[in-house]
């Protein structure tokens, strides 16, 4: 396994293996690996197959984070992901510095971003005004540096995997995307690098997020018609709001394609939410 710190050096690796018909398979993340993200690894390793070459990224990209976010305080273990990737046969982890990711100072001279207009907004784009015009900038950067045939993102975040949806068409980025599916604990917390920060019992009361879901699936299964959007928000804020560290801050049912919000829930409607666990934000997702 090799590991490159330098674009122009990805940039290279990617354009040699181009050259010899060696597709490349991509997975992009900020670090500090679970099952989660092993499972994409296997993902672009079956999409691109043997001969193919697999990149995982580490990045933690600042310009996704607000000020009043956890950037400085994002889990970082550097070998502990090395060693995993290597176990799972990663070709090539690609972790760059910020300096070499941004040369400038994003807040004084960085000054070109890509911004989609339309799936970006509400939910998490209401929640964090800032996030997604970082999120498609460095992935776009990410792109065009490691030039894969397949990019492979999770489920989890199905708001994002929408919007990088949008700007690959809308962009003309060569390349396919795959969604793997949701990696959930066995008491149904899905998987993600926050969940480090739950300590004690509010690791317990983090599975409100999961139990939400399937208490609308239920209330759904139950009814002999479509339900109001707005009495299951009630229903939802009611119930996280009964785990005393637990804080609602959005939940939302929508058209999977669109993600233009319903009034009416019914089967197929997708359901997502956000809720505040102490000082850890947690995001979970499901079509219902």
Request: with cysteine; charged share 25%; hydrophobic share 40%.
């Amino acid at each position: 396994m090799r590991i490159v710190k330098s674009v122009a050096g990805m940039q290279r690796l990617a354009m040699r293996w181009r050259r010899t018909g060696n597709r490349i398979g991509f997975v992009p993340t900020m670090g500090y690996l679970h099952s989660g993200h092993l499972s994409l690894v296997r993902a672009a390793r079956r999409a691109v197959g043997p001969r193919g070459k697999v990149v995982l990224s580490i990045f933690v990209n600042p310009t996704q984070f607000a000020p009043t976010e956890d950037l400085s305080d994002y889990p970082r273990d550097l070998k502990r992901d090395l060693r995993l990737c290597r176990a799972e046969g990663v070709d090539v982890v690609f972790a760059p510095s910020v300096q070499e990711m941004y040369p400038a100072k994003p807040a004084e001279s960085f000054s070109t971003f890509v911004i989609e207009e339309a799936l970006s907004k509400g939910m998490e784009g209401t929640s964090r005004p800032t996030h997604f015009r970082g999120v498609t900038t460095v992935v776009a950067k990410l792109f065009n540096i490691v030039q894969p045939d397949v990019a492979v993102f999770g489920a989890k975040d199905y708001q994002q995997t929408a919007v990088v949806r949008r700007m690959v068409r809308d962009l003309n980025f060569p390349l396919r995307l795959l969604v793997a599916p949701i990696f959930r604990e066995p008491d149904g917390l899905a998987m993600s690098s926050r969940n480090k920060y739950l300590e004690g019992d509010l690791r317990r009361q983090a599975t409100v997020l999961s139990r939400s879901i399937q208490d609308v699936r239920t209330a759904l299964a139950r009814a002999s018609r479509p339900l109001p959007s707005g009495r299951l928000r009630v229903r939802v804020k009611k119930l996280v709001e009964k785990e005393p560290s637990a804080r609602l801050d959005y939940v939302e049912f929508f058209e999977p394609e669109t993600l233009r919000p319903v009034k009416q829930v019914r089967k197929g409607t997708h359901m997502a939410l956000a809720v505040f666990m102490g000082k850890t934000r947690l995001i979970d997702n499901a079509r219902l």
